[in-house]
């Protein structure tokens, strides 16, 4: 087993050296502990025996600063002498310390600044590509069911990418519905089954409950008591279950849900006819324009690099033949 894959280095390198560099930095050396955690990542995948010893011995010598300074108090003017040494100053881990933190802090400062630079200079750069009209690559978007066919364009308009985007949110959304829909339709046949077969079963049917059955008021959908009461009547009676249609659902008692199923596949209908919509001859021989530009563009890109290099070459036989004749002139003289 690799000694960086060893429970026997890794655990006390992790508990015995890192988490106590970090401990002992946090909140008193804010540049050296962001060193700490960069270089540390920087270096996790180090493989090399001499390089990771040599690393591990430069923090273990830091460690053992900071542990000689934790139980002290820092001395902003420390004691100096001509020649400063662990052993003879008992201040020098603390002023080494400190040094080590102010060209950290000035380290970290120029890095940030730089990298706020770069990542200003980017964003103004994608900030004038995509600022520019939108041009034809040459390309065809294939229709779909979320687009009708349309030209590639480049940069793609954001329009584009979330008129596509929404499209397909809502076809899921779509599904979904539809399926509860589905499962409410086949929930209200059965009901109605229900009831249907209940009314032929009922023996001697009161003559009277016909005109109550009429009145009643049935309110399927809310189950509320008067509906409640209206079907228990009808029970005894011929009732509006017993017939094909309602007044109030001219569709049937299932007409409101095929309705919306209805709607539904005609939106799935359209997505289907858009996906299979053809280019127009106009748009095609707008593509084949930009295509055959796209091509004159790259020709003459490879033509003017063939002449760049064909004058380089030149220029290199050129000097050395001048390099020839005058080492030859020099053998003359």
């Keep these: 087993m690799p000694f960086f894959r060893d429970p026997l280095h890794t655990m006390p390198v992790k508990w015995g050296l890192y988490r106590p560099l970090l401990k002992q930095t946090k909140g008193v050396f804010p540049a050296v502990h962001r060193e700490i955690r960069s270089q540390w990542k920087r270096w996790k995948g180090m493989t090399s025996v001499?390089?990771?010893?040599?690393?591990?011995?430069?923090?273990?010598?830091?460690?053992?600063?900071?542990?000689?300074?934790?139980?002290?108090?820092?001395?902003?003017?420390?004691?100096?002498?001509?020649?400063?040494?662990?052993?003879?100053?008992?201040?020098?881990?603390?002023?080494?310390?400190?040094?080590?933190?102010?060209?950290?802090?000035?380290?970290?400062?120029?890095?940030?600044?730089?990298?706020?630079?770069?990542?200003?200079?980017?964003?103004?750069?994608?900030?004038?590509?995509?600022?520019?009209?939108?041009?034809?690559t040459g390309g065809f978007h294939r229709p779909t069911l979320f687009n009708p066919p349309l030209p590639r364009l480049k940069p793609q308009p954001i329009g584009i990418s979330m008129m596509i985007q929404n499209r397909l949110r809502k076809r899921e959304r779509?599904?979904?519905?539809?399926?509860?829909?589905?499962?409410?339709?086949?929930?209200?046949?059965?009901?109605?089954?229900?009831?249907?077969?209940?009314?032929?079963?009922?023996?001697?049917?009161?003559?009277?409950?016909?005109?109550?059955?009429?009145?009643?008021?049935?309110?399927?959908?809310?189950?509320?008591?008067?509906?409640?009461?209206?079907?228990?009547?009808?029970?005894?009676?011929?009732?509006?279950w017993t017939k094909g249609k309602d007044s109030r659902c001219p569709g049937g008692w299932d007409g409101p849900i095929q309705e919306e199923l209805r709607l539904m596949d005609a939106r799935f209908r359209k997505e289907n006819s858009r996906a299979e919509s053809v280019y127009s001859e106009e748009l095609m021989e707008r593509v084949a324009q930009a295509k055959s530009r796209r091509k004159d563009k790259r020709r003459a890109k490879k033509l003017a690099e063939r002449e760049k290099k064909r004058e380089a070459s030149v220029k290199i036989a050129q000097t050395a033949s001048i390099s020839t004749l005058e080492a030859g002139d020099g053998e003359a003289t």
Excluded: C
């Design 50 to 136: 001499p390089r990771t010893k040599g690393f591990l011995e430069e923090y273990h010598t830091l460690l053992e600063y900071l542990s000689s300074t934790s139980s002290r108090t820092l001395t902003p003017t420390p004691i100096r002498t001509e020649e400063p040494s662990i052993q003879t100053s008992p201040y020098n881990a603390e002023l080494e310390l400190q040094n080590l933190e102010t060209r950290l802090l000035e380290k970290h400062s120029a890095a940030d600044l730089k990298a706020a630079d770069e990542l200003s200079a980017s964003q103004s750069t994608a900030r004038a590509k995509s600022t520019g009209p939108p041009r034809l």
């Design 174 to 240: 779509r599904h979904a519905r539809r399926k509860v829909w589905a499962s409410l339709l086949s929930d209200m046949r059965l009901e109605v089954s229900f009831w249907k077969d209940l009314e032929r079963a009922s023996p001697n049917p009161d003559p009277n409950a016909n005109n109550m059955s009429s009145t009643a008021d049935y309110d399927v959908a809310s189950g509320t008591e008067s509906g409640a009461r209206g079907l228990r009547r009808g029970v005894r009676g011929e009732s509006d």
